[in-house]
């Protein structure tokens, strides 16, 4: 079950209303950060798009432009929430919803090193990961009932794509994940950053991308389809379908989508930093620095690849998902345990 | 191996982006900065004098006739001996340009006898009522040699 | 009572009210979502029970996989409205032959089940080793046949 497995100096968790009292409050902290963040994500995001197409960015509100995401939050706050004639009311609410819920529930299993052994997390299920696979699989239901909603062709076309998408791209991303599993041996995240090894002279932790490369890049490719970013954006496709699911929100709903994007690509980030990059591990830096320069050059990865790949064509997305990423990952999970195998 | 091909292009489109990114920016930091404009650019109308201070406009509206969204509005009055605004007969009592409507497109300029209506290089015409987008005559008058001119450059066209 | 419990009746109530959406419900799309919510409140019964690994497979592949197949097909559709309802000769008659049978096995199921408190399960239990230590020790062939049976439907010979 679901418990806080932090150590206890105080004894609070033994009293089960100061139990409750410290998860509500690690929540509410962590929901107020990971915003916060998603804001500078966004902030980042338009910075170095602006700098890959040789202009500056936003610039000019607060030094730098750095509350430019301040003020357009408060714009998309006050915004109207227009909802066109013929809506489904209810499905047309909860979508966004569900697409901000899906990606900030992931977060209930993601650990963060703080600093040497403290270490944050909310809870530390046996399938680790698999809850992360198993909320973000909810997010297609968000984007599905928000195209369907809004009564609208272009928006539905975008739903059914997206619906197609993240099935597709799901199967390859769980396969890619099981070769780290089977070297591993456990599907928890804080065993999958703590992974260490004994290799003659050596001994200690040892980013797993050097371990299963196949694997980061399939899940690379998955991470980014399942986020619906560029070049896999084809769900709000501004030129075809004139945003897709997205055509007929506007103000706070529209921001919920937009915030569960960009949070998408956060928790993305963070989870590929864990898994592969061995999360807080860095010789001589504190855990939570060397969480961040992760994080942020990953996510720079992500807006790299947006600002250089043309979005791909639908068949194309399906024949390299269906037949390139999943017999890939196919022949990877098979060498993978023949050489876990042969090598233990 | 056509994959090794492809993977290749995209790394190379990657390594592009990624050397455009620390390339000098290009944009003009408007309004700070402001770009430069050609000799020719079409911007706010002027009404011209001539060096004695006297209105070039005749008032003969054949700016109004060239006009493709007719926006301009001329009125034009005789001119007499106590007053004498331009050196002609006439002189142009009311002109007025509607800047919603105007294109740009320079038509005027092209039509007047005697280059009295130019367009200048001032682009930053904003506002935020519609009435104050009806550029009357005082607006659009050179002031007189007296004072400095408003702006140098289109003195010696045609 | 304890928050065990209290999650319990809570799940119990959502999966029972998302079945009732599932038969009562006029609009195709109501339907499928109260059956995504009988999944998912099923997945966190599932749960309550310490099988984590079911729980996560419950929500990846029904709620997950399967529901949004059954979404795909009835949001082409559209939002119109079923207009009207065709009833079937005798259907009152059918159904209440077809309701008695259901409540007959229901009440022959559980005359036989006797209630206790459950064993404490150690530790490993419903965690992800067990199940594949599982699957490849005792349940290896019917785990095989259905891979086999899986395979054929999905090449569809
Ligand atoms: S520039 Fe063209 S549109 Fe504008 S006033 Fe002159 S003739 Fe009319
Ligand atoms: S501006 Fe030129 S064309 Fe227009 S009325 Fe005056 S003289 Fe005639």
Redesign the interface.
């Known amino acids: 079950?679901i418990r806080l497995d932090t150590p206890d100096p105080f004894g609070i968790y033994s009293n089960p209303v100061g139990h409750w009292f410290v998860v509500v409050i690690a929540m509410l902290l962590l929901a107020f950060v990971l915003i916060t963040a998603t804001a500078y994500v966004v902030f980042f995001e338009r910075i170095a798009l602006g700098w890959m197409q040789r202009r500056p960015g936003p610039n000019r509100v607060g030094p730098g432009g750095f509350l430019q995401l301040a003020a357009d939050g408060v714009k998309g706050l006050f915004k109207e929430g227009f909802a066109p004639v013929?809506v489904?009311r209810v499905?047309f609410v909860v979508a966004p919803g569900i697409a901000v819920a899906s990606v900030l529930l992931g977060w209930a299993v993601i650990p963060v090193g703080i600093w040497g052994s403290i270490t944050y997390w909310i809870s530390d299920?046996?399938?680790g990961i698999?809850?992360v696979?198993?909320?973000s699989?909810?997010n297609?239901?968000a984007i599905?009932?928000g195209?369907?909603?809004s009564?609208n062709k272009y928006s539905?076309l975008g739903?059914?794509r997206a619906?197609?998408q993240?099935?597709s791209y799901?199967m390859a991303m769980?396969l890619s994940l099981v070769p780290v599993f089977l070297i591993v041996g456990?599907?928890r995240l804080q065993d999958i950053v703590g992974f260490t090894v004994h290799w003659g002279p050596y001994s200690g932790p040892i980013p797993l991308l050097l371990l299963a490369p196949v694997s980061f890049l399939i899940y690379l490719v998955a991470a980014v389809a399942e986020t619906n970013r560029a070049p896999f954006d084809l769900p709000e496709a501004e030129q075809e379908l004139i945003g897709g699911f997205l055509t007929e929100y506007s103000g706070f709903r529209f921001f919920m989508f937009y915030l569960a994007e960009y949070l998408g690509v956060l928790t993305q980030s963070t989870l590929i930093a864990l898994l592969f990059f061995g999360g807080w591990y860095l010789p001589l830096i504190p855990g939570a620095i060397a969480l961040f320069i992760k994080v942020v050059l990953l996510v720079f990865i992500f807006i790299w690849l947006r600002g250089t790949l043309p979005r791909l064509r639908y068949d194309m997305l399906m024949r390299l998902g269906w037949k390139a990423l999943l017999p890939l990952g196919i022949a990877n999970v098979l060498v993978t345990s023949i050489l876990v195998v042969l090598l233990s | 191996m056509s994959v090794f091909s492809d993977v290749a292009a995209l790394l190379v489109g990657l390594k592009t982006t990624l050397g455009e990114t620390f390339k000098p920016h290009v944009t003009v930091q408007w309004p700070e900065e402001k770009s430069v404009r050609s000799e020719r650019y079409r911007g706010r109308h002027y009404l011209r004098r001539y060096d004695n201070g006297l209105e070039r406009c005749i008032g003969c509206e054949l700016c109004a006739a060239a006009c493709p969204v007719g926006c301009i509005l001329v009125i034009a009055a005789e001119n007499t001996a106590e007053n004498r605004v331009s050196p002609g007969e006439r002189y142009a009592k009311v002109y007025e340009i509607n800047m919603l409507r105007c294109i740009f497109c320079g038509y005027c300029e092209e039509a007047c006898p005697v280059q009295a209506i130019v367009l200048g290089p001032e682009y930053e015409l904003s506002n935020v009522s519609r009435e104050q987008f009806i550029y009357t005559k005082e607006m659009l008058l050179e002031p007189s040699p007296q004072q400095p001119p408003l702006y140098a450059g289109k003195k010696s066209q045609h | 009572m304890g928050p065990?419990t209290i999650v319990f009746w809570l799940a119990s109530a959502v999966a029972l009210a998302g079945g009732l959406g599932v038969v009562l419900f006029k609009e195709p799309?109501r339907n499928v979502?109260s059956l995504?919510l009988v999944m998912l409140s099923l997945a966190v019964l599932f749960?309550l029970l310490?099988a984590?690994?079911v729980?996560?497979?419950q929500?990846?592949v029904y709620?997950?996989?399967v529901m949004?197949?059954f979404?795909?097909v009835i949001?082409?559709l559209?939002?119109v409205r079923e207009q009207g309802t065709v009833r079937l000769p005798w259907q009152i008659f059918i159904s209440a032959v077809v309701i008695a049978a259901f409540a007959g096995f229901l009440v022959a199921m559980l005359r036989g089940v006797s209630y206790r408190t459950p064993d404490a399960a150690d530790p490993i239990f419903?965690?992800?080793q067990s199940i594949g230590v599982g699957l490849f020790t005792d349940y290896l062939f019917p785990f095989e046949l259905t891979s086999i049976l899986l395979l054929v439907a999905a090449v569809g010979c």
Do not use: H, K, R
Request: aromatic share 8%.
């Open positions: 079950m013929g489904d499905l299920l046996n399938i698999l809850l696979l198993a909320v699989s909810m297609v239901y599905m009932l195209g369907w909603a009564n539905l739903g059914m619906a197609a993240l099935i799901e769980g456990s599907l | 065990a799309i979502l995504v749960l310490s984590q690994f729980f996560a497979v929500v990846i709620a997950g996989a949004v197949l979404l795909f949001t082409l559209g939002p419903g965690s992800v």
